[in-house]
């Protein structure tokens, strides 16, 4: 059995090329670009006030207080106006364009109209440029403000709209067929006879994708048949990736790995040590992947977690992949038998000195509803048995940490 | 000028009572809990194996190896079949259930079947219980399993599929209507003119809503032009909320302030002791609320994140609302001018010891592009003028903080 760091780097190393398309710049929220983009001009494109105020000369209020006589107005959206001369004064709005002539702007608290609205009193002196944004210092047209590789959040959305690219280049999503297998499944709106379950898998796993934005294709339960789960399985393998939950473990109607090697794929690992998760089995078929997945609810979910999630993240372009990693301190001890990582559900939480743990009681791998008090994954070494109160240890935070923790 | 916290208070006094829905349990994703569900059954609900192997009786393997008499298999998915009599064993599937008789399971690979299949060697002694999940040990039919209030993730999206809870209410979305203002203002698509910028507030705001998962009603740009505003404004209020970008600060066209008092809203507040977000206006009529956020792009950005989000999060149910603080080591020393809160935008990394933040360069409250590297607003408190490199300080984690750093 191979390691989980092995286990990863052997999915990471057969990823397929990376695939990219075009889309509209709202819908590259939450995407990563396949393009640079540049500047399509000068930001701010013109000299801008950044109060609102009066535009000035500077040399005109080395002496305070002064009265300017005001000539006019440049307002937000207009052209620049007239140059100002010596002596004189511009109202002048918060993102309007300073006129030529005028090399500061002092703001509307530190001023004073007249009551014919004929003059301003300058009441504070202003430094040469002070309150002017100047055309370009921001960004230059040309020069690249989002390079490929950066994922698209609200600001970089503004970005995008501030330069009219509308139509940009991203990493496609792939296309994600999910399929469960069971003779003891039934659907969630069918009632379970003697012995059967309701699948609670595929609902948690589609929830997993939404998290990163994919939309899974259930191709529906499997029973423990092996012509009926090669069917599903050639047909989830039209898809990009593939996903299914059991049928990976050792007992007799375990035939996922089979049909997989039958079918020609190659399998680059089955069973990985770990705890939960350990029968998870990894395959490809050119550029087609396919994970299967144990079908105990939080092996489902575990493994979901540390091997599928780096490769959707990968092929959707993100340098970065896998759940955020933090130490912290353990505020119970916990043993587990060292032969396995284990990964077992966790609070976490900030206080004034650090990250504290607390791990969470559970009753094994299918129960979820302990499993469901968590926040994070606390990573027990396969190389300690028993790790005491009060010591550093690894913490993985779940992708929905903040919903999950108390702010 | 009130402070933020202050401002935050004043908003979170001022919310509408919680209103809810009924969805479907996949809907609930990323929302939360308005009741509590019990379970449906017990769970399991049935004595189950939690491994592939052999169920018997743990008296019959207490010396081993002993070789007992494969009476039949128990599948997942079938029913308990004929009891177990002593010297018997029954093949038994993962999550099949445990013949009446038999008292433990003895996993696969600790067994050996003889070559007809009619015996089955023990290898290993096996204690009474091992490896048999009781009928509801994980919860029994009737318990609370998912309390009000709760965050539906993907767990939670198992528990309501495994107990075939189809439709649950929850906390409903707010509608969000937003109105960006400015003369010099035009619409992505459109060339700017002398003056002009294309408006990426709207987009960028849209994309802060779409993080808490609700949809933006985009009304489009207003003038600077009082009746044009009071018509977009009246028809905003006629969602649950209405955000209007710009318009807010103290220059000769910024009229929101002035147009919701007319209209008979309280204004609960306008302008917050903070920067950069100086003038956001806070009102309400009814349970209808209105957010009046200034038109710089990171101040829009900033003053929504602070003041807008926890409204919303707790109008969608969530107790806790805001953005995930903590604290880090400051990479370099920063100064301000102390008469208000400032946000800074910074990039913040994990490193063995802690959190590490280097406060980015930026060029003030318009420049997005400079903005957009962060994945963290550094909080420089109102009493002090400088923090030196090394000082521990808050750090506020941008929503899409996993996105953006370095995992």
């Not at 929830?207 to 939309?215: K, Y």
């Not at 284990?342 to 499993?371: E, H, Q, T, V, Y």
Request: charged share 25%; net charge neutral.
């Amino acid at each position: 059995m191979i390691s989980v760091d092995e286990a990863i780097r052997r999915i990471l190393e057969n990823l397929p090329p990376p695939v990219t398309e075009k889309v509209d710049y709202r819908s590259a929220h939450g995407r990563v670009l396949a393009e640079s983009l540049s500047a399509t001009g000068d930001v701010p494109p013109f000299n801008k006030s950044a109060v609102d105020g009066y535009a000035l000369r500077a040399a005109d209020a080395a002496a305070v207080p002064v009265e300017l006589r005001c000539t006019g107005e440049s307002r937000a959206g207009a052209g620049r106006g007239s140059p100002l001369e010596p002596g004189e004064a511009v109202a002048i709005m918060t993102g309007a364009p300073v006129p030529d002539g005028a090399d500061a702007v002092q703001m509307i608290e530190k001023t004073r109209r007249s009551a014919d609205g004929a003059r301003a009193a300058i009441l504070k002196e202003v430094r040469p440029g002070e309150n002017i944004i100047l055309a370009g210092s921001e960004a230059s047209a040309g020069e690249v403000v989002l390079e490929s590789g950066r994922y698209v959040g609200p600001a970089e959305v503004a970005i995008l709209a501030m330069f009219g690219h509308r139509q940009v280049t991203v990493f496609r999503k792939p296309r994600v067929a999910l399929v469960a297998t069971g003779d003891e499944l039934v659907e969630t709106d069918q009632a379970p006879g003697p012995g059967q379950i309701r699948n609670s898998n595929a609902p948690s796993v589609a929830a997993q994708l939404r998290q990163l934005g994919l939309e899974a294709e259930y191709l529906g339960i499997t029973r423990d048949d092996k012509a009926q789960l090669r069917g599903s399985i050639l047909e989830g393998l039209r898809r990009d990736v593939l996903i299914v939950t059991g049928g990976v473990s050792v007992g007799a109607y375990d035939f996922v790995e089979e049909i997989l090697r039958e079918a020609g794929l190659e399998v680059i690992f089955s069973g990985v040590a770990i705890r939960p998760g350990k029968p998870t089995v990894f395959a490809r078929q050119g550029d087609r992947l396919v994970f299967g997945l144990p079908g105990n609810p939080i092996s489902t979910f575990v493994s979901f977690e540390l091997f599928v999630r780096p490769a959707l993240e990968r092929i959707c372009g993100f340098a970065s992949a896998g759940l955020f990693r933090v130490r912290g301190r353990l505020l119970l001890g916990v043993k587990h038998k060292a032969e396995r990582t284990s990964f077992i559900p966790a609070r976490l939480s900030w206080l004034p000195d650090g990250w504290a743990i607390n791990p969470l009681r559970w009753k094994g791998s299918s129960d979820i509803i302990g499993f469901s008090q968590s926040n994070a994954l606390l990573v027990l070494p396969q190389d300690r048995q028993a790790i005491a109160e009060g010591e550093q240890v690894e913490v993985l935070l779940l992708p929905d940490f903040w919903q999950r923790a108390t702010r």
